[in-house]
């Protein structure tokens, strides 16, 4: 099981950017993908996660309104549109697969990606 993160960079406060996780080696179907990020001296955080089943999806109240998770099944690729970025948005954001349902954007996980860098800065 893999999952590949890509679209990070810098952008302006206001500013837009979409990540992209290309995950293999399962039945996309039938997994949960999430976004979680971690900001210099904090701890990792849920942002959301998407339930391939049913497209049902969950968010962090941090990025409620701001950030949009969807997935292409056929390209077995989740995104994570950000919108409204902040510079406390700043964070390597990883994606990560759960072999079950996800509940909440901070369900525990079983695969990760390496991460992919945000900066938000003028």
């Known amino acids: 099981v893999q999952s590949v993160e890509s679209g990070g960079g810098l952008v302006q406060p206001g500013g837009s950017l979409r990540l992209s996780c290309l995950a293999s080696?399962?039945?996309?179907?039938?997994?949960?993908i999430g976004w979680f990020r971690q900001a210099p001296g904090k701890e990792r955080e849920g942002v959301s996660c998407?339930?391939?089943?049913?497209?049902?999806?969950y968010y962090a109240d941090s990025v409620k309104g701001r950030f949009t998770i969807s997935s292409d099944n056929a390209k077995n690729t989740v995104y994570l549109q950000m919108n409204s970025l902040k510079p406390e948005d700043t964070a390597v954001y990883y994606c990560?697969?759960?072999?079950?349902?996800?509940?909440?954007?901070?369900?525990?996980?079983?695969?990760w990606g390496k991460g992919t860098l945000v900066t938000v800065s003028s």
């Open positions: 990560a697969a759960r072999m079950s349902m996800c509940y909440s954007a901070t369900d525990g996980m079983d695969y």
């Open positions: 080696g399962f039945t996309f179907d039938d997994y949960a």
């Open positions: 998407i339930n391939s089943s049913d497209g049902s999806t």
